[in-house]
Each structure stands twice: as C-alpha cells, then as structure tokens.
C-alpha cells in the first residue's frame, strides 16, 4: 500500500495517524518515498534510531 501526501500542516490526531502508519509500514530508508509526508519519514527515523541499539547489543552477543 502506497500512501502519499501533500506537504501540509496536520492536526494533532492526524499526526498520531501517520507516526501509526509509518511504525505498522517501516522500510528501510532505501525503500521510502520521497512523496511521503515529512511527519512519516521522521518517524520511520526514529524508528531507525531505535533499531540501532538493539542492533549493536546483537552483534555485542554475536
């Protein structure tokens, strides 16, 4: 599924939408849209920033 959005300011409850699409619809940063709304690439950030711990704390187990 392709969402794409127009740069635009949104309320809070839209926001909270989109940060829910972009957590349950992650890819890797290769893979995003360009066309995305700002609000999901920044939360597909942060899910990249909370990846990177557990990804570190793995390869430290490894």
């Known amino acids: 599924m392709t969402i794409k ?13 989109l940060r829910r699409w972009a957590r349950e619809n992650y890819v890797p940063p290769t893979r995003r849209d360009a066309a995305w709304h700002p609000v999901v ?13 557990e990804a570190a704390s793995a390869a430290l187990a490894g």
């Open 5 to 17: 959005f127009a740069p635009a300011e949104v309320d809070l409850i839209e926001e909270l939408r």
């Open 41 to 53: 690439h920044d939360e597909m950030g942060r899910k990249d920033l909370d990846a990177a711990p």
